[in-house]
């Protein structure tokens, strides 16, 4: 009896110690699961919060930049001029442009002058009708899901209204928003100012034209860098309201 006994409790201590290690290795199993998906998840987010650029994952939207602003917009030439270039950029560099018009039947086309070549306006360049302030209408927004793109660059008008409307739905569906800001305006400047502000502290990354650019390409090495370097320069010769 006392044999048994003692095998039993033998026996008995023997599983324990075999579940408890079975137990501890399925905890540290857990938690090491759990660190290698926190630290995937923040390498993800910190790769999102530096706003890095890439054509493979981007897009460029030119809002409402049409003829019946031409007159009333705050420095226009020079998002015209601005919207010119990053079109141009973004020919060059392979990466889709999208537009919008705001009630054509009021306030007119496109502008021509916003595009190196005018024809590709409509055709190479698609351009949704709305009323909608922002954007994302259902056509437009189906559009651009079918892009599958993340990162988004904005130029245009109304800043305070349209653009930054677009931000906002944009940034609430977890997508990356960059704004032109020398390619963005409205009718007042005061507007413009708190619209930008608005959208940075939503986070939207503010940036420049230029920066934009040779952030896309990231090396003098990009086969493309040349052409795109005269681009710089013709943009460059032209001035540039909001120097001023």
């Known amino acids: 009896l006392v044999a048994f006994a003692t095998n039993s409790l033998a026996s008995n201590a023997c599983r324990l110690r075999l579940f408890s290690f079975s137990s501890i290795s399925h905890r540290c199993m857990h938690n090491n699961k ?8 923040a390498a993800t987010a910190s790769r999102r919060a530096v706003g890095k650029l890439s054509p493979s994952n981007t897009a460029l939207l030119v809002c409402d930049v049409q003829e019946r602003f031409r007159p009333l917009i705050h420095k226009m030439e020079t998002v015209i001029n601005t919207t010119k270039f990053m079109t141009s950029v973004a020919k060059e560099l392979n990466f889709p442009i999208v537009a919008t018009q705001q009630y054509t039947k ?15 306006i409509g055709t190479l360049v698609p351009v949704f009708e709305k009323k909608k302030f922002s954007m994302m209408t259902e056509e437009c927004s189906q559009h651009l899901t079918s892009l599958n793109k993340t990162s988004f660059l904005l130029v245009g008008i109304e800043a305070h209204v349209c653009l930054q409307q677009t931000a906002l739905d944009l940034l609430d569906q977890g997508h990356d928003v960059h704004i032109i800001a ?16 608005r959208m940075e502290s939503c986070g939207a990354w503010l940036t420049t034209a230029q920066s934009a650019a040779f952030m896309l390409m990231g090396s003098a090495d990009h086969p493309n860098f040349k052409a795109v370097s005269k681009l710089v320069k013709d943009h460059m010769a032209l001035k540039n309201e909001f120097n001023e």
């Open 34 to 41: 759990s660190k290698t998906l926190k630290m995937s998840l």
């Open 106 to 120: 009021v306030f007119g086309p496109t502008v021509a002058d916003a595009f190196a070549d005018p024809k590709d």
């Open 182 to 197: 020398d390619g963005v305006s409205s009718q007042q400047s005061y507007d413009r100012e708190m619209a930008l502000r």
